[in-house]
């Protein structure tokens, strides 16, 4: 299994451009979650999604689209980046089991993305 | 929002040496994660739990929900034990992430 994959690894982007970072799980796993880590932050949760179809929030979403149109994929996108957008994003995922969310989670590598 | 804070922020430690970290959260939750982000970057689960005691090898977490306090010990510290430690709450579907231990173990 190559567990959960994140393209690219790094990305310079210019302000207002869009683009959008890639997260792929061969786990089958239900739940898949973008993060941002920042320098004294900790990590923040962009949005996630319990299943095909279904998305919703996190702390910090403003800024960032997701859709979840299969059970592997989970792409995060910048609709029009800004400089508060540089950040290292990861992705994760996990098992939700019959009770919820109750599985160790899977993280991805991380991309570092840097907006000028 | 649950409140995450761990302590100490910064760790240094003599090889052999038994270290604790320590994490607290402010409401109820469903389990209490440890994670371990390496000098790289990459992020691996430690333990999840949602009472009482874990122990994989050398780290041993506990956690105590009455006092929403949990702590990461690591006995005979060693080299390879040096990165960023972090504790994360999890309710529902929503996780909230402490900003981490850095901890150096010196030969």
């Known amino acids: 299994n190559a567990g959960v994959t994140q393209t690219p690894k790094f990305q310079v982007l210019k302000t207002g451009q869009s683009m959008t970072l890639q997260c792929a799980q061969d786990?089958?796993?239900?739940?898949m979650s973008w993060y941002r880590q920042d320098p004294g932050m900790g990590l923040r949760l962009i949005h996630y999604?319990?299943?095909?179809?279904?998305?919703d929030q996190g702390e910090v979403p403003n800024g960032y689209n997701v859709s979840r149109s299969t059970t592997e994929d989970f792409p995060l996108r910048l609709l029009s980046a800004a400089p508060s957008q540089t950040s290292v994003y990861f992705c994760?995922?996990?098992?939700?089991?019959?009770?919820?969310?109750?599985?160790?989670?899977?993280f991805g590598p991380g991309t570092r993305l840097t907006v000028t | 929002k649950n409140e995450v804070e761990q302590s100490p922020q910064n760790l240094t430690a003599q090889e052999g040496e038994f270290i604790t970290i320590n994490c607290s959260y402010s409401?109820?939750?469903?389990?209490l994660h440890w994670l371990q982000q390496h000098p790289g970057g990459g992020i691996v689960s430690l333990f999840m739990?949602?009472?009482g005691k874990k122990k994989h090898g050398r780290l041993i977490a506990t956690i105590n929900i009455q006092e929403k306090h949990s702590s990461l010990h690591i006995t005979a510290s060693h080299p390879r034990d040096s990165a960023v430690y972090i504790c994360?709450?999890?309710?529902?579907?929503?996780?909230?992430f402490g900003t981490g231990t850095s901890l150096t173990v010196i030969p």
């Open positions: 994760a995922s996990s098992y939700s089991g019959k009770t919820g969310l109750s599985y160790e989670q899977y």
């Open positions: 786990m089958n796993h239900e739940y």
């Open positions: 999604s319990v299943g095909a179809g279904i998305t």
């Open positions: 409401v109820g939750i469903s389990a």
């Open positions: 739990l949602s009472s």
């Open positions: 994360a709450s999890h309710t529902g579907n929503q996780f909230y």
